[in-house]
């Protein structure tokens, strides 16, 4: 069945998505729920939480009040918590009960923004979505509200998608590296090393590079509404990341040569994922592909496998038989007998567990990640 | 309510000022990251060779599963997904005994017990969860299936930590009952071999059953032979309530208690359950008071802090402390439900004793003010007070009684003199439990 799993974990949820994205922009997150989603993102998906502080809440919703719909009180503690928290906007979301009873999260958002006075954004998550959806619409949303026409800065990058769900904390610093030895500007990080300000100057750059998918919503309104093309791609790898250095100087896509029999199988997060294949052919001639288990759109995937539960995954794994996957740890349980494993860690799968090894794989030696 | 220095909703309050009906407003929730209390997974992972399976979205899945995969033990919990579509198509039901089905077909070894969790969005939705079971049971002969609840929505009826310490007998088959063997139900850990508690039980040739103590599922099934159960904190009040109402076996709760009274009483109330003599404890009494008095040398006037996760009745331990002269001037609860008695004392004789919230908002940013240097005892406390002295305990310890008493002092003495690892500490989840982060 689809939805069972034996012994894989599952990744993290679309509300933990949200909070990840917006960590460190100076608002206040409030997701709709009894406990466990603030208990569960804060231990198992946030690596920010013991040092950093970020307003993020829960509701604490009760049985009571979701049976009577007291969404009152809902609002009402959001706009105490604002009156002493004073967020520079706020953001509401939903979790698996009030799904179930329906909560108008637009209207509940429009209300608190009435009463505060603080802008406040309404994302529609309900806990059984993953943390992609969740990190996108946040994404988007702060970029369609802050985001300003401006002057173009020279060479200017915007990077869309990044959350420690996805890039070991430190990988922003590592980015902004990379785009300077490469004669590019940064203008934002979204949203891992930034603040808010970065935000309105989105529009200011000339090319955006999507690291994640939780970044594509936010680029496609900027090349929408302000021409800025985007490119797919994690600069990981010599080869790769020249080959990326010189898709964002001339904004053309990026094409992945990916093999429909490979040796070398890469699962995780869709863009991550098939850069690291991609880097392993330009760099090593591996013939290798990627297994995006998360939600990507069509036109990144473009050849890759998709499997996005146990069963499926350990049968697309059984077919191909690779002699390597790159994988989280915890893939090994479903791994065929005679296919190695090297161990990259995803926070958004295994969270704690192996956060010692996680890499940051910026510009980073192919060789080294495969030994 | 208290509007000092310009919140909407203080964190604080002075005692002086607390109604013990609602010490404070509630509002939203911040989450402080102390991870030692024990959740649902763990708790169900006593039970020996269980395998535990939970049924819930995603959002909810991901603690659970990783709460198991940091205890080092993913290969004893599987789960099945629910999506939107899922709860509106008609299916719940079939999506779970399927699933349930599905999984045991893969497990490399057919578990004696299994315990299917179902959640707060399937109770809302009327899930018939006996059908499921009946069903599972005429699928899976052999296997004992318990129903588990991941309910917070509905903690405020019964709370998950509750029903959980009492589902964990849910697997036990009456058997006669023995009148020489005794259980401890409802807690976590098993109760310190010191306590006066387990040498009067021990001493009087009763054989003691504790769910900590058992290696396996036979094992686990003998506890049905006690005669008597005993239970010591409020979450493990139901579980022996339950047993009492399926088995007939009498529940006799004795809660622990920092109150010299109060552990008196409750050892008459053993003794007399058990039908033996109440030994002198005179000599227990005696020492606890030395140990107290030992720790005060120590510790002198430095400001003392305490939390209720370390302990199920932290005002009494707060008056008992000030009592011995000790200068507690933090508490850090939001309720004191069953401590009136050492609420209303404290509020008489410390009334600047100041009361923190342990999740309002407010909180958030308090370990980065300046604070003066403190003694904590429990996680929580050092986290707010960023103190490095902390007692590292959580629901007193597995201690109890006279001794328990004596053992915290002496704890609060070396928690004084050495400081300790708050962050690498404060981050295992699941205290006593195996993990991964060590």
Known sequence: MKNVSRIIPCYAADTSGVCSALYEL?????VHDASGCNSTYATHDEPRWEDKRSD??????????????????????????AKDRKPLFMTVCGSPMPMMTGVDFDAVAEEIEKRSGIRTFAMHTNGTR?????????????????????????????????????????????IKKWLCENGFETVMTLAMGDTLESVKKAAAAEVSLVVSAAGLSAAKYLKNEYDIPYICGVPTGRAFSRKLADALKNGEKIAYPLSQTPDVLVIGESIQALSIASSLTEELGISANAVCTLPCDEEIRNGAFKADCEEDIEALLSELSPETVIADP????????????????????S???????LKDIINTDIGELIK | M?????????????????????????????????????????????????????ACAQGCLRGVILTAAEMLALDR????????????????????????????????????????YLSCIHLFAGVDFEAILQTLREHNPGIYFVDCYMTPTMRTTVSPVMKMSAQIYGALNPLPPDKKCVAIVGNDRATDEDSELVRIIRQNGFTLFDIAYCKTFDEYLEMAKSSLNISYIPTGVLAGDELEKRFGIRHLHIPASYDFNTIEYNYSLLCQALGVEKPDLSKDISEASSALDDALSVIGDTPVAVDYTAVTRPFELAALLCKHGFNVKYVIADSAGGESEAFEWLKE????????????VNMLTFPEKPHESILAIGQKAAHYFSSDNFVNIIVNGGYYGFSGIKKLAVLMKKAYLAPKDRKALLRLKGMGCASCLI
């Not at chain 1, 090994?332 to 860690?345: F, G, M, Q």
């Not at chain 2, 004789?349 to 309002?360: A, G, K």
Request: charged share 25%; net charge negative; glycine share 8%.
């Open chain 2, 2 to 54: 208290n509007k000092e220095k310009g919140f909407d909703r203080p964190p604080y309050i002075t005692i002086r000022d607390a109604d013990i009906n609602g010490i404070f407003q509630g509002g939203l929730e911040y989450n402080p990251p102390a991870r030692g209390m024990w959740n649902i997974v763990h708790t169900g992972m006593l039970v020996p060779e269980a395998h535990e399976i939970f």
């Open chain 2, 77 to 116: 919990l599987s789960w099945i997904s629910v999506s939107e579509q899922d709860m509106f198509d008609g299916t719940l039901e079939q999506d779970i005994t399927d699933g349930v089905d599905e999984i045991l077909s893969k497990l490399k070894k057919r578990p004696p017990v299994v315990l299917l």
């Open chain 1, 330 to 349: 915890f893939y090994k349980y479903i791994l065929p007998e005679d296919t190695r494993l090297v161990a990259l860690p995803h926070f958004a799968f």
């Open chain 1, 56 to 81: 993020i809440y829960i509701s604490a919703l009760t049985e009571m009040d979701a049976i009577m719909g007291n969404d009152e009180k809902f609002i009402n503690d959001t706009v105490s918590a």
């Open chain 1, 26 to 30: 100076s608002g206040m997150t409030v």
């Open chain 1, 130 to 174: 993953s943390y992609i959806e969740g990190a996108d619409e946040a994404f988007a949303a702060v970029v369609r509200e802050y985001a300003r026409p401006l002057e173009k800065i020279k060479n200017g990058v915007d990077v869309l998608g990044l959350t420690p769900l996805d890039f070991k904390l430190g990988s922003d610093v590592s």
């Open chain 2, 349 to 360: 004789n410390v009334p600047e004793l100041m009361i923190y919230s342990p999740v309002n």
């Open chain 1, 351 to 357: 969270g704690r567990c192996f956060e010692r090894d």
